[in-house]
């Protein structure tokens, strides 16, 4: 029979303990919503410095969209409502979008590093073409020019499996409302803290952060509605049309629901170690927190969860010890000049091996590009900003124009005397038959003129707009007369792409750091064997990368090896067809569409440049140039035979009796 008393002493036990782990866990709340609150007013600081900027954007976006309000056309400064949105700003970023991908040359330092460089720029390369990037691409091209800066984040997938690996590096396109930096930040090279903000629904919390997301409803921030939005819809319709996304996805105002949204704060920031940090909160709640970003973690598999250390911190790793030797390929000179690969020691077993983790401000996994750099600031110049004068004034002239078309030239005049009999009639459309006493008192004069000068002040308007962009009607595939042959097509083509080429090196700029910050992460969080292709046209290449391949032994001690990357990107070609058939038939006369092995040089770096069909080309030549090397074989293997022959000896014979000693048969 069970003692009574030590079961009421066992349950108060219980409920004392329960009372203790509450208050344990007040307490741990209490110290954690002091930390997110902190962490929160910083974030408003930078909030508000951002908030100019913010408000630039939802300017642009209606530019470019086709805002129709103007003002000052009167002398009372109300606005007006042009009927025929001028789209100038929206044409000239079109024109100019560049979708290339700029490629990377990576570089060792040291010679003995060449090959395991090679592979990691196999690896970097194939993760490029595998990721979205041409749909990251063509949104950042149009974004950048529109608002003057783009933002990519770089991340690491840690839950996809591939096969016999797991987890990839990712790259996105963040908005740059939704991107922030510590206030007063003005030179993004020496930026130590960037936050990124998402309206992210309660399931996609919990799913993510696990169970302390649960507690948003009590502790979080609702979404914010300007995060999801951009533009506005005042006086921005066309045909009674919204065309800006001035409205946010549906999300319910019921806090518990899992389709409601909260404000998710991430906050990468440099600690005093140069060391990249993380964390993740909302409003009073902090729902991750990753002090030193690119070490390793302790993982247990057993309990599905990382150990902590004294501190609560997940338990970071410096090195791992190495089971067995790790031998890796390396590409070497055969015998006839062909490359060949043989094993190489590069580990030996029991060898502890640092993890490897970047520092300093650019590991940062957010990379911003500039349009054109502004002088102390994290915002480029936009080219909105550059023709959002030109393209007001071309409004008031369309606008002007079609008022004058709509209502008339012809004015009336009346005798002043007469103004109380007049006023009534002539402010009457419906009336047809009008009597006055003396018709003398009316007369109606046309002050029609040519129409010409409005139209040419707007042609005046466009063309200054385009020297200053350098944007030409003829790069844009319309000739407007300034092209009056093939060489000054060229010519105004070749000017195009220059102006587009300077930009073109932000661009390069940008991507260097995205290369970096690729081969960071691979380097820092992948395990195994990745494999790899480099595609071809002619024979794909097969190989897989591990990143004990950029492990050497360096006087017994393992260091990881160094490297350069070097950014090689042109601006997009032009696709004009005159220009194109001019550009072939010049190509034709100087000979570069022959079968030669200096033509196949030209076409590759053609190739290189995505110069339209150039693959295509390049395959035919390298076709026909196999084929002739092919001919010449055979010609010469035959002549080898014939001499070798015993007719052959015979006839060698003959014709060094009658043409000399040194006379051979051919």
Known sequence: MKNPVKSLIRGVRNQVEKVKDYIEEVKDMDKMTREATELMDEYIFAEKEKQPWNDKFDREERIYVGNRTFGNTRADGATDDARTPIRISQSIIEAQIDLNIPEAVFKPISEDDESAVKKLQAEADYTIRNSDLDEVNSSAERVVKKHGISCYKVLWDFNYQGPGFRGKPEIIEVH????????????KNKCRIMYHVENITLQECIKKYKDIARKLPDYGLC?????????????????????INAQADLFTTQKNNPMTKYAIIEKWYLDDDDELCLTVFSDKLILEKMPKFYHRRKYDPEKKEFELDENGNKKLLDSFTLEEDYVSEVEQQGENGQKIKVPQMRVPKG??????????SKSLPIVIQNNIPRSKSMVGISDIERTADFEETMKKMIYKHEEKILKGTTKVLYNKIME????????????????????KNFLAVDFKDNGREALEFYQFISEQLQYML???????????????SGKMTDSLINQTAEKIGIKANEKNIAYKRIYQLLCDFILCFSDGDRPYR???????????????DMVKMNRGNPTWAGWDIEISAEPAMNKNREALIQQITEMNSQGLLQATPQ?????????KMNFPNAEL???????????????EQTQIDQQTELENSPQGALLNSIAQKIGGNNATIK
């Open 176 to 187: 740059p409302k939704n991107i922030l930096w510590g206030a007063g930040t003005v030179d």
């Open 223 to 243: 979404a914010d509605i300007k995060y999801d939005t951009v533009g506005d819809k005042n006086g921005s319709g066309v045909n009674n049309t919204n065309d």
């Open 351 to 360: 060898t502890e091996v640092p993890y490897y983790y970047p520092k300093g």
């Open 420 to 439: 109380e009999e007049a006023a009534p009639m002539l402010n009457n459309d419906e009336l047809t038959i009008i009597g006055v006493n003396d018709v």
């Open 470 to 484: 350098g944007i030409t009607s003829v790069w844009q595939g319309i000739n407007k007369g300034e092209s009056s």
């Open 534 to 548: 480099i595609d071809s046209k002619f024979q794909p290449e097969y190989g897989t990368f591990n990143k004990l």
């Open 599 to 607: 033509n196949l040089l030209v076409w590759k770096l053609l190739q």
């Open 617 to 631: 080309v390049l395959q035919t030549l390298q076709e026909q140039v196999d084929q002739q090397m092919q001919m």
